[in-house]
C-alpha cells in the first residue's frame, strides 16, 4: 500500500466518522425532545385531532402541508399516541433517508469517493439537518424527495421497465409529499426529455412524465385550486417574493435574505455565510471550467426555477422553503473546497487532505455550543406552574404560546381545574390584554412564548406587558425562564387596587 493511499484511506474513515457523529447528533436531538413550538403545535393538533377524512380539507389555524406527509404522521400517531416522540419519527427516518440517498446522490452526480464522502460528512452534521431532523413539519421529507428525485432520474435506464416503473413512481409519489416536488421534477424532466427524447429518439420516458403530470393535476385540483388559505399564505410570505420595480433596497434584502438562507449554516449567525457563498462561487467555476455541464445543471437549475417562481409570485423564496435546496448547495460548495485545495497545492504550497476535514468539521463547531437545540420550552414552564399553582390561581397565556399551550394542556391536562384564560391577538398586546388582566382576581401567572432574537420575537417578548403591569400597581411575585418562553406570577396590589 502506498503512502498516498493510506492518507486517503484514513481521511475517507475520518470522513465516516464525521458522518456517524452526524446521525448521532441528530438521534440524540430527537430523544433530547424538546418542546413543540407554535408552529410545530399548531399543525400537530390537526394531525392529533382531525380525522383522515378531515386532514383532506383545509387546516385548522392556517396550516398548510402536503396530504401524504400528513397522513403519515396520523399513522404514527394512531400507533404511537399523539407524542413529540410519535409526531417527530416521520422527519427523522426522513432526515436518516436522506444521508443513505445523499450519499448514492453524491457518487452518481460528482464522482469521487473522497470528494462524495466530504458532501454527505457535511450535510450529516449540518445545523439545518440536525434541527429538522425533529421538527413537526414536511421539511425534512421534501429533503429526501428532491434527493430521491434527482437520484432517480440519473439512474434511469429506458430500457429497463423496473427503472421505469420506479422513475415513475417516484416522482409521481413525492408530489404529494413535498411542496417543492414540482420543481425539481421539471428540472428532471427536462433533463430526462433532452437526453432520451430529443437526443436518442427513446420515447419509453415519456410514460413516467405522463404519470407525473397526472398526479400533480390531481393533486393540484383537490387540494391547492381555490384552497381557503390561498390568500393569507400570500399576504404571509408576500416579503420572500421578487420585488419587481426600481426600489434597489427591496431587491438587496431579497437576494441577501436568500443568500443568508442558502448558505448560513448556523443558526442566527447569519455573518457566517460569506466564506461558504465565496466557496460555492468557486465550486460553480470548477463546474464551468471542467465543463461538467450535466452537474452544473442539476445543482443551479432547481434555484433558478425557484427563483422565477418567486416572481411570478407562486412560491416564496424564504428559508424553511428552500430547504431541499441545501443537498445541492452542499455538493457546490464541496466542489469549491476540492477546487480551492488544489489550486493551493498546485500553486502555492501542499496541503494535506485533512484540510478538508478541518473545514468540514468546522462546519458544525460553533452551533454545538447551543446543542442541544431548543426553541420554545412550554412544556418547561407549564411543568413548573403546575407544580407551585395554588387553589384561586389563575393562568393567562399570551397568543405566541397559545397553540404550544394547547397541545401539552390537553395531551397532560396538568393545570385541569384552574381558571385559564388564553390571549386572542398573537402579539403581546397591551391594549387588548390589560381588560382582561383587570378583570382577574387574586394571583394570575403570566405564560409567554417568543422568539429570541428575531424581529419576529420583538412583538412576542414579555417586555412591554410587563412594564405595564409595574406601572398599573401589580407585583411580579416570581419569573422563571426558559429558552423562549418565560413565566412571571403577578398579582395586584391592595393598595392600588382600592
Avoid at 435506464?157 to 409529499?177: M, R, T
Avoid at 466564506?275 to 450535466?294: M, N, Q, S
Amino acid at each position: 500500500m502506498t503512502i498516498a493511499l493510506f492518507k486517503e484511506r484514513n481521511f475517507a474513515n475520518a470522513l465516516r466518522a464525521v458522518i456517524a457523529v452526524g446521525i448521532l447528533l441528530a438521534i440524540y436531538q430527537y430523544f433530547f425532545n424538546r418542546s413543540l413550538w407554535i408552529d410545530e403545535a399548531s399543525l400537530a393538533l390537526n394531525i392529533i385531532n382531525k380525522s383522515f377524512g378531515e386532514l383532506l380539507q383545509p387546516l385548522d389555524y392556517r396550516q398548510v402541508a402536503p396530504i401524504g406527509f400528513l397522513y403519515v404522521e396520523k399513522i404514527f400517531v394512531n400507533i404511537f399516541g399523539p407524542s413529540e416522540y410519535a409526531l417527530r419519527l416521520f422527519p427523522l427516518l426522513s432526515f436518516l433517508g436522506s444521508v443513505y440517498l445523499f450519499s448514492k446522490l453524491s457518487r452518481e452526480l460528482i464522482g469521487g469517493t473522497l470528494l462524495a464522502l466530504a458532501a454527505v460528512a457535511y450535510f450529516s452534521i449540518n445545523v439545518r439537518s440536525v434541527y429538522f431532523a425533529s421538527e413537526v413539519k414536511q421539511y425534512s421529507t421534501e429533503v429526501l424527495m428532491c434527493i430521491a428525485i434527482i437520484l432517480s432520474a440519473l439512474k434511469l435506464a429506458p430500457e429497463d421497465k423496473k427503472s421505469l416503473l420506479l422513475f415513475a413512481a417516484v416522482g409521481s409519489i413525492s408530489i404529494w409529499f413535498s411542496s417543492a416536488a414540482v420543481i425539481v421534477l421539471f428540472v428532471s424532466g427536462l433533463y430526462v426529455l433532452y437526453k432520451y427524447v430529443w437526443t436518442g429518439r427513446n420515447w419509453r420516458v415519456i410514460l413516467p412524465v405522463v404519470c407525473w403530470v397526472v398526479s400533480f393535476v390531481a393533486y393540484y385540483f383537490l387540494f391547492i385550486y381555490h384552497h381557503a388559505h390561498t390568500d393569507y399564505m400570500h399576504t404571509w410570505w408576500s416579503r420572500w417574493f421578487f420585488p419587481w420595480g426600481t426600489d434597489f433596497n427591496k431587491i438587496y434584502n431579497f437576494f441577501h435574505s436568500g443568500l443568508l438562507s442558502i448558505f448560513s449554516f448556523h443558526p442566527r449567525r447569519y455573518y457566517v455565510w460569506v466564506f461558504p457563498a465565496c466557496v460555492a462561487l468557486l465550486g460553480l467555476t470548477y463546474l464551468i471550467v471542467e465543463r461538467r455541464y450535466k452537474e452544473l445543471y442539476f445543482i443551479v437549475m432547481p434555484g433558478f426555477v425557484h427563483l422565477i417562481l418567486s416572481s411570478l409570485r407562486l412560491y416564496p423564496f424564504a428559508e424553511r422553503l428552500m430547504l431541499y435546496l441545501m443537498p445541492l448547495t452542499i455538493l457546490l460548495y464541496t466542489c469549491g473546497l476540492f477546487y480551492l485545495w488544489r489550486i493551493v497545492n498546485e500553486k502555492i504550497v501542499k496541503l494535506p487532505l485533512g484540510v478538508i476535514l478541518g473545514v468540514v468539521v468546522l462546519g458544525f463547531v460553533p452551533w454545538l455550543v447551543t446543542y442541544p437545540l431548543e426553541r420554545q420550552e412550554m412544556r418547561s414552564s407549564i411543568a413548573m406552574i403546575s407544580e407551585k399553582i395554588e387553589d384561586g390561581d389563575n393562568v393567562y397565556v399570551f397568543g405566541g404560546g397559545k397553540r404550544s399551550f394547547q397541545y401539552y394542556h390537553e395531551r397532560d391536562a396538568l393545570l385541569a381545574g384552574h381558571h385559564i384564560v388564553v390571549a386572542k391577538n398573537y402579539i403581546v398586546n397591551v391594549e387588548a390584554s390589560a381588560p382582561e388582566l383587570v378583570s382577574l382576581t387574586g394571583n394570575t401567572w403570566l405564560v409567554f412564548a417568543f422568539h429570541k432574537g428575531t424581529k419576529r420575537g420583538e412583538i412576542l417578548h414579555p417586555g412591554p406587558m410587563i412594564d405595564w403591569l409595574v406601572a398599573d400597581g401589580y407585583s411580579i411575585l416570581s419569573e422563571q425562564n426558559y429558552t423562549g418562553s418565560r413565566v412571571y406570577k403577578i398579582r395586584k396590589n391592595v393598595a392600588e387596587s382600592n
